[in-house]
């Protein structure tokens, strides 16, 4: 990962940051330099130090000791300034239950110090986007909690910012909001944004994440790109899985690991995917992705796969145990 | 900003236009909420049960003079429901913003936690005076109906007082809610303070130690009731108890009970806003 800041980039650093309730350490100096349009996944058991950070980086708790910067400001001395172009979802919060979602996100709109003559069409799409417009005028207190999680995301995304902190955004929401989540997310890559993610879905990780950190003990294990990550980690190995048009005979596999040199294995998961592992990074892939291409099979898609992710996992999880 | 730093889209405002944000929405939080419409139906009744005992019985000693109407009326129902007003609109103010997690919400911008706090108070002062303009109202409605509408300068008084007191009241609740996470908590300590606890102090105080309870707030509010009556009450008197003991009481002077208010708002408030800006979301 790089050092040094380039000019006008989006960052989030953490510098020594460390978290201390009595005798027991939630973060350890963690050094954390993350910059440029991205998405990072935040991955780690549970009280492995995840949602400390997070809310460290939204001044929610005071640091023990060390610095949370966001684009090079200190998060606590300079909280304002810090967070200007910050949007945050930290765990679930609640909404005043009295307010509807449109006064809601005026507050927070206001509270931004987005214009007023855009303040009406910012929240309309920013509810839009999460699928709210039919709740838009009902009141807050009678909403299930995913609905609410949708109106805070909506919250996080209204000042349009260029740097997003969700702590597991997808909680609360059923299988197609965390689909929307995921959508929502990927746009918002699409259009420059640095995003953190905390995340229990390592599928969700693997899906939109370019990065990955991983925490345990309040100590940061690995902080790298997602394919760095899986290779480092599994012998050298990449593993991706394809998804195919059209279904695929028996022997596709066999051919696929005995004609690109650098594949170890093709394993048949059904009869439209396959996941791959291969060695010799990026030159190996190259030869796989044209060897593909050329079987007119129909790739539809190509990523790493998350069970790569899951044994990293698992693996350094259960190293510091 | 530096060269270094990033663009926002948007331009975060002063922090007095976030207390202005933070008051309009927690007031309208407040003025939708059930608490509000409780407050507002116990001054209704209190107000109706008034009105109609006065009304029919028409006590000789309450209606000698407009002075000892006031008193009856607002000397001794505005300190209670000043109390009242704190407990309700004050008790879980910030405890709840913790408890209820409305703080991740609220706080997870970049605002600063005191434009917050101001925002929460102003707004409970505002919920708290709407209630406190219909009470006046139907005194003054009682008072005109029985004495016509040339007031006693007193009752201004007494009502500026009142006013001035459900400042102090409102900072010392904050101070509360500030200091637990727990609203029920906050709620409890606010109300056993107020309804019982400040004036039990004061009892034993004024006539055990024969100290004056300079230190105690309510000692204070005794100036909202006392300057109704048609002579201000002595400093401090004596009267001879049970065999050999001497009783002393105590009432505070106007001087010395604004000064008492003031002396409690000023320090709960500096109190109430340093533990917020300290207090963790954990």
Same mark, same amino acid.
């Given at each position: 990962m790089s050092t040094k800041r380039k000019l006008n980039e989006p960052s989030i650093q953490a510098v020594g940051l460390t978290k201390r309730y009595g005798s027991f350490?939630? *973060?350890?100096s963690l050094n954390l330099n993350i910059e440029g349009s991205k998405c990072v996944g935040f991955l780690g058991p549970n009280g492995a130090g995840k949602t400390t950070t997070l809310k460290l980086f939204t001044d929610l708790i005071r640091a023990t000791s060390g610095e949370a910067l966001v684009n090079g400001v200190n998060v606590h001395t300079r909280k304002k300034k810090a967070l200007e172009s910050v949007g945050t979802l930290i765990e679930t919060p609640e909404i005043? #239950? %009295? *307010?509807?979602p449109r006064e809601a996100l005026s507050m927070v709109a206001e509270t931004r110090g987005v214009p007023a003559v855009e303040r009406k069409t910012r929240i309309e799409e920013a509810v839009s986007e999460v699928r709210m417009d039919e709740w838009?005028?009902? $009141?807050?207190?009678?909403?299930s909690k995913g609905m609410k999680q949708r109106i805070n995301i909506a919250a996080a995304l209204l000042s349009d910012p260029r740097i997003f902190l969700l702590d597991? #955004? %997808?909680?609360?929401?059923d299988p197609r909001g965390m689909s929307e989540v995921r959508d929502i997310v990927k746009s918002l890559k699409g259009k420059q944004r640095l995003i953190f993610m905390s995340s229990h879905l390592l599928s969700e990780v693997t899906d939109i994440c370019d990065e990955v950190a991983m925490i345990d003990h309040g100590k940061l294990l690995v902080y790298d790109t997602l394919s760095n990550v899986t290779s480092r980690f599994s012998g050298g190995e990449n593993v991706v899985e394809v998804g195919f048009l059209r279904p695929i005979d028996g022997g596709v596999n066999g051919r696929i690991a005995a004609g690109v +040199?650098?594949?170890t294995s093709a394993e048949r998961v059904d009869d439209r995917n396959l996941r791959i592992r291969f060695s010799g990074g990026a030159s190996t892939q190259e030869r796989l992705l044209s060897y593909l291409v050329g079987?007119?099979?129909?790739?539809?898609s190509y990523k790493p796969a998350s069970s790569a992710l899951e044994d990293v996992y698992l693996s350094l999880i259960k190293d510091t145990k | 900003m530096s060269s270094t730093q990033v663009e926002s889209a948007s331009r975060v405002p002063s922090s007095l236009t976030q207390v202005r944000v933070t008051m309009k929405y927690t007031f309208l939080d407040y003025f939708r909420s059930r608490r509000f419409f409780i407050l507002l139906a116990i001054v209704l009744l209190i107000s109706a049960a008034l009105t109609i005992v006065i009304g029919y019985y028409r006590p000789p000693g309450l209606l000698s003079s407009d002075l000892s109407f006031y008193s009856s009326w607002w000397g001794i129902s505005a300190v209670l429901l000043t109390a009242l007003f704190g407990i309700f609109?004050?008790?879980?103010?910030?405890s709840g913003e913790f408890q209820n997690r409305t703080g991740y919400f609220s706080l997870s911008? #970049?605002? $600063?936690r005191s434009s917050v706090y101001i925002g929460k108070w102003l707004a409970a002062f505002l919920a708290s005076s709407i209630i406190l303009v219909v009470f006046t109202a139907v005194t003054l409605g009682n008072g005109v109906y029985y004495f016509? %509408? %040339? *007031? +006693?300068?007193q009752f201004g008084e007494a009502v500026l007082f009142t006013w001035f007191y459900l400042v102090a009241v409102l900072g010392s609740t904050f101070f509360f809610s500030s200091l637990f996470k727990t609203s029920s908590y906050a709620i409890l300590v606010t109300a056993v303070l107020f309804l019982f606890a400040f004036n039990l102090i004061q009892l034993l105080v004024a006539n055990?130690?024969?100290?004056? #309870?300079?230190?105690i707030l309510t000692y204070g509010s005794q100036i909202i009731g006392n300057v109704l009556m048609a002579q201000y009450p002595a400093h401090i008197t004596t009267a001879n108890g049970f065999g050999e003991r001497t009783f002393t009481s105590y009432n505070a002077t106007i001087p010395e009970g604004l000064a008492i208010i003031a002396a409690y708002f000023i320090v709960t408030a500096i109190l109430g806003l340093v533990l917020f800006e300290r207090k963790e979301f954990t």
């Open positions: 350490t939630a *973060l350890d005043y #239950p %009295s *307010l509807t838009v005028d009902k $009141r807050v207190g009678k909403f597991e #955004p %997808s909680t609360g929401l +040199p650098g594949v079987m007119n099979l129909g790739v539809i | 609109f004050g008790g879980d103010a910030i911008h #970049p605002v $600063r016509g %509408s %040339s *007031l +006693p300068y055990f130690a024969q100290i004056e #309870p300079w230190f």
